[in-house]
């Protein structure tokens, strides 16, 4: 699971804890070490003093141990973070919550043949850039794969994350987590 911009916040935890409390295992990778951010500005300029290309290594470093049949899963910029492990290395599907990227803006020529994704967004997402999940969707299909798209009313970029009051709906994230539930389907026994 990756973390948002604004680093590994209450949400990332309990959405971990809710898959955990699933049966499902878990790694948050924190690409901050323990740094969190309140502002998306801030955050920003954070995450590109480190670089995208570093993150986007390190992404796939903090993933390289694990099986091939793992899905990923990031929130915002995380969401990122999930496309390029997925492009880059085996993996079973991908959420991506509130960070749809278009594969030519990470490099990436295509999606991995066979993954399916599931993609979430509030309606009125300040974050959301026109013809990114149609992108994103399309690359999918293309790859031979279901991609799901899933809108909720709001504006929340981060809605399911009940740590940004100004955000966060729990309605919408009780439908979110209904939806990926369903799509990462019981954990393995």
């Not at 994103?136 to 991609?147: C, T």
């Amino acid at each position: 699971m990756f973390h948002s911009v604004l680093g590994v916040r209450e949400g990332v935890l309990l959405a971990a804890e809710r898959l955990r409390s699933a049966g499902h295992t878990v790694h948050v990778v924190d690409q901050y070490d323990g740094r969190v951010f309140d502002d998306y500005d801030e955050a920003a300029a954070y995450a590109e003093g480190i670089g995208y290309p570093a993150l986007m290594a390190s992404a796939l470093d903090a993933v390289s141990g694990l099986p091939d049949d793992l899905t990923v899963m990031g929130f915002s910029n995380g969401g990122g973070m999930s496309t390029y492990v997925a492009c880059n290395r085996p993996v079973r599907r991908a959420v991506l919550c509130s960070g749809a990227l278009p594969l030519e803006m990470i490099g990436q020529e295509r999606w991995p043949q066979g993954v399916p994704a599931q993609l979430h967004y509030a309606l009125d997402d300040p974050f959301l850039q026109p013809g990114s999940v149609e992108s994103v969707l399309r690359s999918v299909g293309e790859a031979g794969a279901v991609g799901e798209f899933v809108q909720y009313p709001g504006a929340g970029h981060l809605f399911t994350d009940p740590s940004l009051p100004d955000e966060f709906d729990g309605a919408s994230a009780e439908v979110f987590w209904d939806a990926v539930l369903r799509f990462v389907g019981p954990a393995d026994s």
